[in-house]
């Protein structure tokens, strides 16, 4: 399994930028997907998740009310939606994948089984 995720760039506070990750190698229907990003000289952060059927999902509280997470399982595709941006938004993003239909795969990074490089997001005030 390989995730590729694009859509990062620089933006300016108070803009958006929608991210998407595409998995490829694996029946995307049996992952769930999550989001995660690391800022400069920060720890890891779970972002937001989805289950496999896209009903079920789970938010950082500093994604709540800015951040979607959606998928596209036609297109073997996750997205990430993120509104009104700020600067300490600014960190690379990184999507990751968790075997296991029918569960919404949390936000404990280390549960889950693939994860790709990630893109970029860079917030300028």
């Known amino acids: 399994v390989q995730l590729q995720a694009s859509g990062g760039g620089l933006v300016q506070a108070g803009g958006s930028l929608r991210l998407s990750c595409v998995l490829s190698g694996g029946p995307f229907t049996t992952y769930g997907m999550g989001w995660f990003r690391q800022a400069p000289e920060k720890e890891r952060e779970f972002v937001a998740a989805?289950?496999?059927?896209?009903?079920?999902?789970s938010y950082a509280d500093f994604a709540k009310g800015r951040f979607t997470i959606s998928r596209d399982n036609a297109k073997e595709t996750v997205h990430l939606q993120m509104n009104r941006l700020k600067p300490e938004d600014t960190a690379v993003y990184l999507c990751?994948?968790?075997y296991g239909p029918g569960t919404e795969p949390g936000s404990t990074f280390r549960n889950y089984d693939y994860s790709g490089q990630g893109t970029l997001v860079t917030v300028s005030s």
């Open positions: 989805i289950d496999w059927s896209g009903g079920d999902t």
């Open positions: 990751a994948a968790r």
